[in-house]
T-cell receptor, first 115, second 112 residues
């Protein structure tokens, strides 16, 4: 069964450092998303991406965050200068269609620990 | 800000019992989804309900979308230890670009 692949599975970084989380969405999917889940809290939407541009972003997705689809397969989330509160599980997801019910396939996540 | 309240937050029952988990909101959603999440993994979609009043069954799991599309329930019949996990509901406002609003989840433990 097709799956969304995320790397790294776990990254530890120092506060202030830049971090890039990588995702390979399902190949024929059109919409891509990043969500995060702080330990013990609910899954929160960060950003959606379609047709090589951001479609929607939440208030969490401030200027420290950026997304990119550098080639035909990868979808990346960059955090420019990490803060302690960025420590969370970051999930990438993709969706085939843009209408009707959203049917998202999530990756296994990248755990980011900021020290 | 749309919120989804899930209840109960924690539920521990014996194998063979029935249970219902609720997902409530004051907002209308175009669709509502139920996910199951294992520790250290991403949410896995169980079902999507779209039409008000819709009922979907997945083996021993029955999902219902409220008539007004503001709430949903998940009913498990004859729960098994393999049903143990975190169940999340998530609502969508519109099309594919919209972010999902997740509830905090229900931690379910089925004791043998």
């Amino acid at each position: 069964e097709p799956e969304v692949t995320q790397t790294p599975s776990h990254q530890v970084t120092q506060m202030g450092q830049e971090v890039i989380l990588r995702c390979v969405p399902i190949s024929n999917h059109l919409y891509f998303y990043w969500y995060r889940q702080i330990l013990g809290q609910k899954v929160e939407f960060l950003v959606s991406f379609y047709n090589n541009e951001i479609s929607e972003k939440s208030e969490i997705f401030d200027d420290q965050f950026s997304v990119e689809r550098p080639d035909g397969s990868n979808f990346t989330l960059k955090i420019r200068s990490t803060k302690l509160e960025d420590s969370a599980m970051y999930f990438c997801a993709s969706n085939l269609l843009g209408y009707g019910a959203n049917v998202l396939t999530f990756g296994a996540g990248s755990r980011l620990t900021v020290l | 800000t749309q919120l989804l309240e899930q209840s109960p937050q924690f539920l521990s029952i014996q194998e063979g019992e029935n249970l219902t988990v609720y997902c409530n909101s004051s907002s209308v959603f175009s669709s509502l989804q139920w996910y199951r999440q294992e520790p250290g993994e991403g949410p896995v979609l169980l079902v999507t309900v779209v039409t008000g009043g819709e009922v979907k069954k997945l083996k021993r799991l029955t999902f219902q979308f409220g008539d007004a599309r503001k709430d949903s329930s998940l009913h498990i019949t004859a729960a098994q230890p393999g049903d143990t996990g975190l169940y999340l509901c998530a609502g969508a406002r519109g099309g594919g670009a919209d972010g999902l609003t997740f509830g905090k989840g229900t931690h379910l433990i089925i004791q043998p």
